[in-house]
């Protein structure tokens, strides 16, 4: 094209020229954050069908951040909780939060940077919440968290590479001032509010904002357009924004891959756990029932299965403290604390069984261990009373069992197994057949009928209550989810036995 000095040429039609209104960004599809919404949504639903949400085994089987468990090399619990939430309400908060701090910090860095900081981020936030307890944790809120520090720090020090209408809201300030107040509050509410993990929230934080320091967003450019010397206007500045090159995205296939090894790792592990929880509780019961030799043998099929989980070790060791062989019950204690060494209950089973093989100086030191553990975490204090209630030691297990649900009113399995030792203490006094009713009724409940132990536990209440028609209907549910358990089968005939009708 040839340009007539005595009629200008609109710009649009200057030789190269590239035209777009300034402040128009193409709108962009948040891939990354649709798919990790639609990835914990699925999860989710899993749990769910699993036995619940709130159910800590499933939590555990699942991945949840568990500081033992990571230590003995299932590396891939620093990534599954990201993805795993406990309630539709913790999912609810966390998914409507992330679907609004999310496609902002997608924006600034595209897909693949974006995935990176938000998983390095939830990384960070897993380890920290290990490394400072002993407890359970899950959720996204870790990596909410360092995605809303990453914008901020992002926004500030790579103002000059955001899209156009971003680089606007960071220089007005306001949005990363509200953003700011909104990261305080949090972590303010997470002080003072129980069962919320801010140091989850706080690794999470640090993590996001150190990569979003350290790795630069995409940058937008601006064209200058250039008129003829007889044109009157004055060059203008346009801002552009450029589509993102492929090969800066195909860095999401590092965050892809790990979570992607993640997932197949806990769908490994899920079976197996959950075999060794299944065999342990059978355990348990048979030895409520008299019949400690296949008890142990129970344990020990668990303990094969996984020999790194000490669930089946810390169960032979009290077995062996209550067959009143204090010996080895030290040995298995001593190997649990191996495998766990800030597990309360293998210290208090150690402390016990130094006490009955007659050395109380060594029972007095894991006594004072055991007393510098967290009073405020849910599980130790169940775990702490699972045991002294195996012990017979009702009057402390109905205590450490209120406790726990003062701290945590959802906890199903303190529900569950406070209601076992109302329905079936040894000692009449610590009987209490109304309560065994109500909070087996509650831990059924919460587990929304899934988990066959609880609803065993709901039969075994209304027996007690002599309401034994009720407890053969329930009793058919276990065994409907459990056909072939042979202690819910003999549950079954005792209730039929006693009047109630067969289903």
Not at 83 to 94: A, E, M, Q
Not at 340 to 345: M, Q
Not at 374 to 382: I, K, L, T, Y
Request: hydrophobic residues 45%.
């Amino acid at each position: 094209m040839e340009f007539d000095a005595q009629q200008p040429v609109p710009a649009s039609e200057w030789p190269g020229a590239e035209v777009r209104l300034p402040g128009r960004e193409p709108r962009q599809i948040p891939v990354a954050t649709l798919t990790i919404v639609a990835l914990c949504v699925i999860v989710f639903v899993l749990q769910t069908l699993a036995g619940g949400s709130k159910n800590t085994d499933i939590l555990l089987n699942f991945g949840a951040s568990y500081k033992p468990s990571f230590q003995q090399g299932q590396y891939w619990r620093a990534v599954m909780p990201l993805f795993l939430h406990i309630g539709f309400w913790h999912l609810g908060v966390n998914m409507f939060t992330l679907l609004i701090i999310g496609p902002v910090l997608e924006r600034m860095y595209g897909y693949g940077r974006y995935a990176v900081i938000y998983l390095g981020a939830g990384i960070c936030g897993s380890l920290l919440s290990m490394f400072h307890g002993h407890v359970l944790a899950a959720g996204a809120s870790g990596a909410i968290f360092g995605a809303a520090g990453a914008i901020v720090v992002g926004g500030w020090t790579h103002r000059d590479a955001l899209p156009h209408e971003l680089a606007r809201v960071f220089r007005r300030g306001r949005f990363t001032l509200i953003l700011a107040i909104f990261i305080v509050i949090q972590l303010a509410a997470g002080h003072l509010v129980s069962n919320i993990d801010n140091w989850g929230h706080l690794g999470g934080l640090i993590g996001g904002a150190l990569l979003a320091f350290l790795i630069p967003p995409l940058r937008s450019t601006e064209v200058t357009t250039e008129a003829p010397a007889t044109d009157a206007q004055a060059p203008q500045r346009v801002a552009s924004w450029e589509p993102v090159p492929r090969s800066f995205q195909y860095i999401v296939l590092v965050p892809a891959g790990i979570v992607a090894i993640a997932m197949v790792a806990a769908a490994r592990h899920y079976p197996v756990a959950s075999e060794v929880k299944r065999l342990v509780d059978e355990g348990q019961r048979l030895e409520a029932a008299h019949q400690a030799g296949q008890a142990f043998d129970r344990y020990q099929r668990a303990q094969e299965l996984d020999p790194r989980d000490e669930r089946p070790v810390l169960a032979i060791g009290q077995l062996e403290l209550r067959q009143h062989d204090p010996q080895r019950a030290v040995a298995e204690f001593q190997q649990a604390l191996k495998l766990d060494p800030d597990s309360p209950v293998a210290r208090y089973g150690l402390a016990s069984a130094y006490q009955e093989s007659g050395n109380p100086a060594a029972a007095e030191k894991e006594f004072e261990a055991l007393a510098n553990e967290d009073p405020g975490a849910p599980d130790v204090q169940e775990a702490v009373a699972d045991l002294m209630a195996g012990q017979k030691l009702y009057a402390q297990a109905i205590q450490r069992y209120q406790t726990v649900l003062r701290l945590s009113p959802n906890a199903a399995v303190a529900h569950n197994n406070l209601a076992w030792l109302y329905a079936t203490a040894d000692d009449p006094k610590f009987r209490d057949p109304a309560g065994a009713l109500d909070h087996a009724r509650k831990a059924v409940a919460i587990s929304s009928w899934r988990q066959p132990e609880y609803i065993d536990t709901l039969a075994e209440a209304l027996y007690v209550n002599r309401q034994y028609a009720e407890a053969v209907k329930v009793e058919t549910r276990a065994l409907q989810l459990q056909p072939s358990n042979r202690e819910y089968q003999e549950h079954m005939a005792r209730y039929q036995s006693k009047g109630g009708a067969s289903q």
